[in-house]
């Protein structure tokens, strides 16, 4: 089949990008999805917290994925399920899987919008035996929230990802005593409210600086070693410790699903491992764009749907453009603290429009200022009192800031005490 614009991914970014291009005057949309259901991730979040940005309440997850459900069957937009997409071309050919068969599909636009997945426990590198009790933490969210199964009485969390912070909480609901979260930087990679809600107040220790070592258990999760960690990461085992429990949960961090990217010849970021975009989010390959998690990992799906709707005005835009070559761009470059930015690209045109600039830095810092300079001018400063690295930064540019951008030879940001 023939579509205009393919969106690859049901979740909250597709379901957003498949409005807002509909609403740019756009008809021809499909939208494939590899689950039963739309929605994505969201419908197994059934805690709070979500769209106070979009709609100023709070949601839980399946709450605020059933509000862009909802428009998207109001503007009988077209979706498949139980869709898997197994392979794009640079030309935007589809390749996908579903009940019917083998579906190939050429697009004149694509919006990836696949999410992202749990880092394996193999990249970790735990010694010890391989005993049952050892889940991922959405992994565990899942049992207990889709299957209604317990993974394990006694906790320990390594990592303090929010969703092993948010299923801290969760399992102590549930009647589990969860001994520890265990982190291995000197920081938390978690939004602070959440360590707030789902540590402090039912007084769940979080250890900094520690690693887990070593996994203790025959056919079953016995306990765990625990110790301290040096400068370089490395364990101090004259600091180690055994605690006891039936079950290690894992919140390593997230990973873009870009496999279907990279079969593209979409060029990836090293550090967010999603693609490298300019600022109409499109990649490298014309008519490819990427939106939400599967280009970096959000700590708000609320920002994520934003991202969403500015990729899926930016695919109706470019199919309707008459000259859809790539016209240059100038990279913005990352120092002193700022581990990257999205987007990467400023394209050299004549839209003025305010744009804003996403960014995660590489520590805690206190008492410094954001910048961005543009060739030897300071066009953006403003006084942060904390950044840390748990906390996606928004740098929001006018119309004039914008146009500096878009002739500059050099962009930079950077932090300055």
């Known amino acids: 089949m023939n579509v205009r614009v393919l969106i690859v991914g049901g979740g909250p970014a597709g379901l957003a990008a498949a409005i807002s291009a509909y609403d740019s005057g756009e008809r021809d949309i499909l939208i494939l999805e590899r689950e039963d259901k739309l929605g994505g991730i969201l419908n197994q979040c059934?805690?709070?917290?979500?769209?106070?940005?979009?709609?100023?309440?709070?949601?839980?997850?399946?709450?605020?994925?059933?509000?862009?459900?909802?428009?998207?069957?109001?503007?009988?937009?077209?979706?498949?399920?139980?869709?898997?997409?197994?392979?794009?071309?640079?030309?935007?050919?589809?390749?996908?899987?579903?009940?019917?068969?083998?579906?190939?599909?050429?697009?004149?636009?694509?919006?990836?919008?696949c999410g992202c997945r749990e880092r394996p426990r193999g990249a970790i590198n735990i010694a010890g035996s391989r005993p049952a009790g050892v889940y991922s933490a959405g992994t565990a969210q899942k049992l207990v929230n889709i299957d209604g199964l317990m993974p394990g009485k006694e906790v320990v969390i390594l990592g303090s990802g929010d969703i092993g912070l948010i299923m801290a909480r969760r399992m102590t609901f549930e009647g589990a005593k969860v001994k520890a979260v265990i982190e291995l930087m000197p920081y938390s990679s978690g939004l602070n409210r959440n360590i707030v809600q789902c540590?402090?107040?039912?007084?769940?220790?979080?250890?900094?600086?520690?690693?887990?070592?070593?996994?203790?258990?025959?056919?079953?999760?016995?306990?765990?070693?625990?110790?301290?960690?040096?400068?370089?990461?490395?364990?101090?085992?004259?600091?180690?410790?055994?605690?006891?429990?039936?079950?290690?949960?894992?919140?390593?961090?997230?990973?873009?699903?870009?496999?279907?990217?990279?079969?593209?010849?979409?060029?990836?970021?090293?550090?967010?491992?999603?693609?490298?975009?300019?600022d109409n989010l499109m990649t490298n390959i014309p008519g490819i764009f990427e939106c939400g998690n599967v280009l970096h990992v959000h700590d708000l799906v609320d920002f994520v749907s934003k991202e969403a709707k500015e990729a899926g005005k930016k695919a109706v835009l470019y199919i309707n453009s008459?000259?859809?070559?790539?016209?240059?761009?100038?990279?913005?470059?990352?120092?002193?603290?700022?581990?990257?930015?999205?987007?990467?690209?400023?394209?050299?045109?004549?839209?003025?429009?305010?744009?804003?600039?996403?960014?995660?830095?590489?520590?805690?810092?206190?008492?410094?200022?954001?910048?961005?300079?543009?060739?030897?001018?300071?066009?953006?400063?403003?006084?942060?009192?904390?950044?840390?690295?748990?906390?996606?930064?928004?740098?929001?540019?006018?119309?004039?800031?914008?146009?500096?951008?878009?002739?500059?030879?050099?962009?930079?940001?950077?932090?300055?005490?």
């Open 199 to 278: 540590l402090n107040d039912f007084n769940i220790p979080l250890l900094f600086s520690h690693t887990v070592v070593e996994i203790k258990g025959d056919d079953r999760v016995e306990s765990v070693i625990i110790a301290e960690v040096d400068e370089k990461l490395n364990p101090k085992m004259e600091t180690a410790q055994e605690i006891k429990c039936d079950t290690l949960l894992l919140s390593v961090g997230l990973l873009p699903e870009n496999e279907l990217a990279r079969g593209a010849d979409v060029s990836i970021s090293r550090i967010t491992r999603g693609a490298i975009v300019d």
């Open 46 to 113: 059934i805690h709070n917290g979500f769209g106070l940005h979009t709609f100023n309440e709070e949601l839980t997850g399946p709450e605020y994925a059933q509000r862009f459900i909802d428009e998207v069957k109001k503007r009988n937009i077209k979706y498949l399920l139980n869709t898997t997409v197994i392979d794009i071309s640079n030309d935007k050919r589809v390749k996908a899987l579903s009940s019917d068969g083998l579906l190939l599909i050429d697009a004149e636009a694509i919006i990836l919008s």
């Open 322 to 417: 008459k000259n859809k070559e790539k016209i240059s761009s100038t990279e913005i470059k990352t120092s002193n603290g700022v581990r990257y930015v999205v987007p990467e690209l400023i394209l050299k045109n004549d839209n003025f429009d305010p744009m804003n600039l996403k960014l995660r830095v590489d520590n805690v810092y206190k008492h410094v200022r954001l910048e961005v300079m543009v060739d030897d001018e300071i066009i953006y400063s403003k006084m942060k009192q904390v950044v840390a690295p748990g906390e996606m930064q928004t740098i929001d540019l006018g119309s004039d800031e914008v146009k500096k951008l878009r002739s500059a030879k050099e962009i930079k940001v950077y932090l300055r005490s």
